[in-house]
């Protein structure tokens, strides 16, 4: 370690473990932030695999709109026509099918809509716990840098000690 400007070992073995002592709490600390880390991971993951089926739902949801565009555009080809008597059976039969292509977009939109509802709850609910993690995190993160503050504390003392008792040595490393 170094003082200012001179070099100092230690090699005595109850320095070491004295030091490595101090750090322990601060070590087990950052292998706590590290395993919530991962599981703040793996919850990211799955809130990414739900927003991906929230998008192709979404595309799905703007294929219906661009049908339900043409049905319209069908419909008002066949209220235009409407005046013209000769052709009324075919028209009838075309408004009875764009009724019954409608009504089935209105199905489709309708479980569309339900699975996005579903997945928004499960989002929501994967936020939930990611909030908590992140609330752990934060807590981890104070205790965390009290520990490394601590240690630090106790390095130095232990350093001032080493020196006065002479068992860190002045070495000529620069």
């Known amino acids: ?86 052709h009324a059976a075919e028209m009838q039969a075309n408004r009875i099918k764009l009724e019954a292509s409608e009504q089935e977009l209105d199905r489709q939109q309708a479980k569309l809509s339900q699975q996005q509802s579903a997945l928004g709850r499960q989002q929501a609910e994967l936020g939930k716990q990611q909030e908590a993690l992140g609330a752990q995190q934060e807590a981890l993160g104070q205790r965390q840098q009290q520990a490394t503050s601590q240690a630090s504390q106790q390095i130095r003392k232990l350093l001032d000690e080493a020196i006065a008792k002479g068992v860190a040595r002045p070495t000529s490393l620069r």
């Not at 200012?4 to 320095?15: Q, S």
């Open 1 to 86: 370690f170094r003082r200012g400007d001179k070099a100092y070992l230690i090699d005595d073995p109850a320095y070491v473990g004295r030091a490595k002592a101090a750090y322990a709490p601060v070590d087990a600390l950052a292998r706590q932030q590290g395993e919530l880390g991962g599981r703040q991971g793996a919850l990211g993951g799955k809130q990414g695999a739900l927003g991906a089926q929230q998008g192709m739902l979404g595309a799905r949801q703007g294929q219906l709109a661009g049908q339900r565009a043409m049905l319209a555009n069908q419909q008002a080809m066949l209220a235009a026509q409407s005046g013209q008597r000769d």
